[in-house]
């Protein structure tokens, strides 16, 4: 039985679709030549983070209605839990870490089909370290008008870490899934620093990724990492927004760097449904990338305009619960480090804007070579594996059929979107990354082979 809020949110919602139809034209949601949906009826999973924010939009803004769609949002425990539940049908659908269709497609952890042909954001994350770290680590960094001068190399942080180590105590910092954007921007930031985060060996059954680690890692679930944090189980994480925010709101520590900071215009979350299901509803599918294609750009356009009554939105305790003021924080153009050092970061949150929403190849070629690079992915493959796992999961020709029937139907506009006479393959847009090494997604090999920290070639944990 449904909670007396959700049935309530149920009812209006049907409420509104009812005058919707009524008020529509052939000519307003043609909806292109698309059928109508085979199951509209659907149950979407989530996590409380800021950039399950499309999904919100899209119930809220009744884009889902437009679609003939009737949407219950659940918020799920874990990532692991989120992501069974969509392997097992329980979810219909999900907001997902990157990582997560690639991992299960490959077989790191559970093996399933899981494909994406939506990414939900760019950047969002950041890495935040206890009060004591911050201190240790501030005495030496160079500043600037009083202030840290950013970005921050994780070689501030290695004298902490030795220092931990002489002691025989372990440095240990959280992040929220192994295959996570977290894990893979913790693990690169710290690398480029010159601090190894560990390994994975899982052809011998170690899936802790803490060989020969210098730094070690482990899970945490995003809204509960500032607690972990400040009962010292933890002496810093990476996660996504409001995480870090509500660290320097409680006054426990310090957000270091952000993700921007790391790789500009990274990608970060996808939304996820099985193969079979989109094989077995591929009008459904159509019909919910066309309302989160919308959502997205809802919370970009013009100029950001949107984004505080998407703050009013994801404050709710159905979405994401944190205080309104602290979503704010980084969902308005700003970034607040320490207290009252507030910086402006106007690309800290994209979701729509330099094509953000399409499933580009290279990000799956980019999650990958990391993957490869800390062991989950034990031994060696060649460049062409990785363009046909890529191929396999990341599903721009379901994304392209969807912005389409946007476009003939008037509701988008064809430079809204990438050029789909092209191949699409490396995203635009994007800056260094942190160590200066090229990213050469159509030589994933090369890639790996660039680090000095890393396996590489045909090395084994």
Request: glycine residues 8%; charged residues 20%.
């Amino acid at each position: 039985m449904k909670q007396p809020t959700q049935l309530i949110r149920k009812l209006g919602y049907m409420a509104r679709l009812a005058v919707s139809i009524s008020l529509i034209t052939g000519t307003t949601i043609a909806q292109a030549e698309i059928g109508p949906a085979e199951k509209p009826d659907l149950k979407l999973g989530f996590i409380k983070l800021t950039d399950m924010a499309p999904l919100a939009v899209a119930w809220e803004q009744g884009f889902f209605m437009d679609e003939g769609l009737f949407v219950e949002l659940e918020a799920q425990a874990n990532w692991k839990v989120l992501l069974d539940r969509v392997i097992t049908g329980e979810l219909d659908g999900a907001h997902m870490l990157a990582g997560q269709p690639l991992g299960a497609t490959i077989g790191y952890g559970t093996q399933a089909d899981i494909i994406t042909a939506f990414s939900m954001d760019l950047n969002g994350n950041g890495i935040t370290v206890s009060n004591d770290v911050w201190e240790a680590m501030n005495a030496n960094l160079p500043s600037s008008g009083g202030q840290p001068e950013h970005p921050i190399s994780a070689s501030a942080l290695k004298p902490v870490v030795d220092a931990s180590r002489d002691k025989g105590e372990r440095f240990r910092m959280g992040m929220v899934f192994p295959v996570s954007t977290h894990n893979y921007e913790l693990r690169y930031w710290l690398a480029a620093g010159g601090l190894n985060p560990g390994y994975y060996a899982p052809q011998r059954g170690d899936t802790s990724g803490t060989l020969e680690a210098d730094v070690h890692l482990s899970v945490t679930p995003p809204p509960q990492m500032p607690a972990t944090m400040e009962a010292g189980t933890i002496q810093g994480y990476c996660v996504g927004e409001p995480w870090n925010q509500q660290a320097v709101f409680k006054g426990i520590g310090v957000p270091v760097i952000t993700d921007y900071e790391i790789w500009p215009n990274n990608p970060e979350k996808v939304f996820g449904v099985t193969e079979q299901w989109a094989e077995e509803n591929p009008n459904t599918h159509l019909h919910l990338l066309r309302a989160l294609i919308r959502a997205a750009h809802w919370l970009d356009a013009n100029n950001n305009a949107n984004r505080q009554e998407a703050v009013e939105i994801l404050a709710r305790p159905s979405y994401v619960g944190a205080d309104a003021e602290v979503i704010a924080n980084s969902m308005t153009g700003t970034f607040e480090y320490e207290k009252g050092d507030i910086r402006e970061v106007p690309d800290f949150n994209v979701f729509f804007r330099y094509h953000a929403t399409y499933p580009y190849p290279s990000d799956a070629i980019w999650y990958l070579s990391q993957m490869r690079r800390w062991g989950q992915i034990p031994e060696a493959k060649p460049d062409d594996w990785y363009m046909k796992t890529a191929a396999k999961v990341y599903r721009g020709d379901i994304y392209a059929e969807a912005a389409k029937s946007l476009i003939e139907d008037g509701l988008m506009k064809a430079e809204d979107f990438p050029d789909f006479a092209q191949e699409n393959f490396v995203r635009p847009e994007q800056g260094e990354l942190i160590d200066g090494v090229t990213f050469t997604p159509r030589q994933p090999n090369a890639y790996i082979d660039q680090f000095a920290i890393g396996l590489k070639g045909s090395e084994t944990p």
